[in-house]
């Protein structure tokens, strides 16, 4: 499977992703003689031009392209939440304490409004190998419907069905995908003291002025929105999370949310859990009525050594308590378990 992977890539001209492949390999046998001749014969074009183009540097001798390539990540992953802060306009004022109340204030409104609601679920997934090269897309479709209700206590429980033949341990890697609708209770008023807050500015969002909130975790309060179950019997990990959301500046509805693990879960193996959302508006005309609903989710993780991406996409909604007789078309604008 490693030959083919990195021949592949040479002959379709991929000579770059190439070496990329045959570097990743020998950080794990180094011994492999031929793989490092294979590899020297690769490289050996670009440090011809490389030292063309250097004719005027010091007389030093080249750090050879092994030793300082086999240190670049993977770009499979996006970056981490905490690694760059997305360009705001540093001049405007940013009232955190109003923008958390009128944006709790609109979660709540949506909940008065919906108690269930459906969709037509698109997914495509991919599974990366430990060379970084991705599999060929899967592809499937779910009626995908996400009940909200209220416990014995008072909070809110977020329920996911999809009636398909996939059972969780049918899904591709043996993982469903849930948890996604839930993210957006973070901003709850009963949710949101148990994070910390931090307001990076005004930016925009979709073409439009937007809230960028930076959150995370508190390790002194409860973890009331993700766990993970290894198995329908098994026990329950808390994962702490942190991440960013843009808030639209004119209406306080959530437009984008990202999410990152505050730390990895070696208890489970979970190396990686990384979400992105896009919500959007769907009208309903009878009611004169806009719901945001999540319309595209990008998930990318790595459990247990299996490296993944999806990405869902949602249309044909139909909110019940609304107007259950009403099916809406797609929107215009526009988390990750295991079984």
């Known amino acids: 499977m490693f030959s083919r992977s990195w021949r592949a890539l040479r002959l379709r001209g991929e000579q770059e992703r190439a070496i990329q ?3 990743a390999y020998l950080r794990e046998n180094a011994s492999d003689a031929a793989a490092v001749k294979q590899l020297a014969d690769l490289q050996a074009p670009f440090e011809s031009a490389t030292e063309r183009e250097s004719s ?27 690694e760059k802060v997305p360009p705001v306009d540093s001049g405007v004022a940013c009232n955190l304490e109003e923008i958390i109340a009128k944006s709790g204030s609109r979660i709540q409104e949506f909940l008065a409004n919906v108690d269930q609601f459906t969709a037509t679920e698109a997914v495509t997934h991919v599974s990366i190998n430990k060379w970084g090269l991705a599999s060929r897309p899967a592809k499937f479709d779910f009626n995908y419907v996400v009940s909200i209700k209220k ?4 909070l809110r429980n977020v329920e996911e069905y999809r009636d398909s033949h996939y059972s969780a ?14 993210l957006v209770l973070i901003f709850h008023p009963s949710n949101v003291q148990n994070f910390a807050l931090s307001c990076e ?9 937007a809230w960028q909130i930076h959150f995370r975790q508190r390790a002194d309060k409860p973890n ?11 026990p ?18 959530i437009v984008r949310l990202e999410t990152d693990l ?19 508006p769907v009208h309903f005309q009878s009611r004169n009525l806009d719901m945001w609903l999540p319309q595209i989710a990008e998930v990318f993780y790595d459990w247990r050594g299996r490296r993944t991406h999806r990405r869902h996409s949602f249309k044909n909604y139909l909110l019940f308590s609304v107007d259950h007789k009403q099916q809406i078309a797609a929107p215009t604008a526009q988390g990750t378990k295991p079984s």
């Open 151 to 154: 416990n014995r206590l008072g």
């Open 262 to 280: 505050v730390a990895s879960l070696p208890q489970i193996r979970l190396a990686a859990d990384h979400a992105a959302i896009e919500y959007g």
């Open 21 to 23: 492949v045959l570097q």
């Open 224 to 234: 009331t929105i993700r766990t993970y179950q290894i198995g329908a019997q098994g």
């Open 56 to 82: 005027t540097a010091s007389n030093s001798p080249p750090v050879p392209m092994l030793a300082t390539s086999t240190l670049l990540p993977s770009n499979w992953l996006p970056a981490d939440i905490d």
């Open 236 to 253: 329950v990990y808390s994962v702490p999370l942190k991440g960013r959301a843009w808030i639209a500046a004119d209406s306080f509805q």
């Open 169 to 182: 341990a049918q899904f591709p890697d043996g993982m469903a995908t849930t948890g996604l609708p839930a």
């Open 201 to 209: 500015g005004l930016a925009m969002s979709r073409g439009a002025p």
